[in-house]
Each structure stands twice: as C-alpha cells, then as structure tokens.
C-alpha cells in the first residue's frame, strides 16, 4: 500500500559544501537529504522510501563540535510502499523452480508463491519450467500475477546493510493468478 509520510531527519553538510560566511543552500540540503534517503532505503515503520514529495522545513544548523560540519533539521513529506497481509498485489514472475515461484512487486525483490498455495496448478519441467493448471493458465517467467500477501517479513542486516521487506504469495481467492506476460 502506498502512503504520504511526514518524516524528519538530520542532513549532515561537509564543510567544502558551506559558502561564504558558511552559508549553505536549501539544494544543497535536498541533494544531501535525497543521497541519504537512497541509502536508507526503506525502515520497518514507513516502508521503502519512494520519492520526496515536499519539504515541509529545514531548521537552523547546528554545528558539530571540533569539526566544520553543520546538521540541519529537516521536516519532508515522502511518498512509501509499505506491503501488508491480506493485501492484492501484483508481481513480475522472475524464477520458476520445482517448489514455488518467486517474483518482485515494486521495490519489494522477494515475493515467494508456494506451489502449495497455487490450488489447480501442476510443475511442468523442461528448459524452461512454468506451472499450468487445467484451463491452461500459464505462469513462466515474465509474467504478471496478481496474488494477495500472506505474510511480510522485514530483514535488516547491519553488516550488509540490507534492509528490506520479503513476502509469502498465495492464489487462494477469486481474481488470482496470471493477468499478463511482459517481457524482461
């Protein structure tokens, strides 16, 4: 589900970013606060960090101590996805192996649809694998599929510095499966 989000965050400025008598840009801040949100990715609360959609503030700068650095507060509107249970998602189908198949849905890489949780579906081997069920729906790789979300966990790995949401996948429902193909 997509939200708007008020956050507030300190924006770290490097001193070769101060201008004369040390004054610093509204862009620079927004640049810097952009970069950090990048690498911030997402956070377990609010979801993936899609877009800043405004600027709401940006306080006076505070100096850091013994350094030539300055933080400023800044009050942003960030438009997030955040996935939940029960929720109708769709996702791009990029592997297909014997026991399920896994796709992305937007910023989300990891979404696992059980074969166990494909009711009518059958593995069919080959080259190129896919499931089919007995009207002939096919699901291979490139497909979209429209499946509501069983389950979300959030991963935070400090020394990899991943941060992210997974999700378990289920067809059990009306309006579920293969809506399209699209190439990858």
């Known amino acids: 589900m997509y939200f708007e ?24 801040i927004v640049t810097q606060l952009l970069k950090n949100l ?5 956070s377990k609360d609010e979801g993936y960090f899609l877009t800043v959609s405004g600027i709401k503030s940006i306080g006076s700068g ?3 101590r013994r350094s030539r650095h300055v933080f400023f507060p800044v009050t942003f509107t960030c438009r997030t996805f955040m996935p939940y249970r029960g929720e109708i998602l769709q996702g791009v189908v990029h592997h297909i192996s014997r026991v ?5 849905c937007g910023p989300v890489k990891l979404a696992y649809l059980s074969i ?23 699901i291979n790789t490139g497909v979209v599929v429209q499946f509501v979300v069983l389950d979300v966990r ?8 991943t941060k992210e949401f997974q999700m378990l996948a289920s067809l059990d429902g009306d309006n579920l499966g293969p809506i399209s193909s699209c190439e990858l």
């Open 154 to 161: 959030w991963i935070e790995k400090r020394d990899s510095m």
């Open 38 to 42: 990048s690498y911030e990715k997402a």
């Open 5 to 28: 989000v008020e956050l507030r965050r300190k924006v770290l400025v490097l001193p070769e970013n101060l201008g004369e008598n040390e004054l610093v840009s509204q862009r620079c």
């Open 100 to 104: 399920g198949a896994f796709m992305s």
């Open 62 to 64: 505070q100096p850091l």
């Open 116 to 138: 166990l949780k494909m009711p009518g579906y059958h593995y069919v081997p080959g080259d190129v694998p896919f499931f089919l069920n007995n009207e002939l729906s096919k």
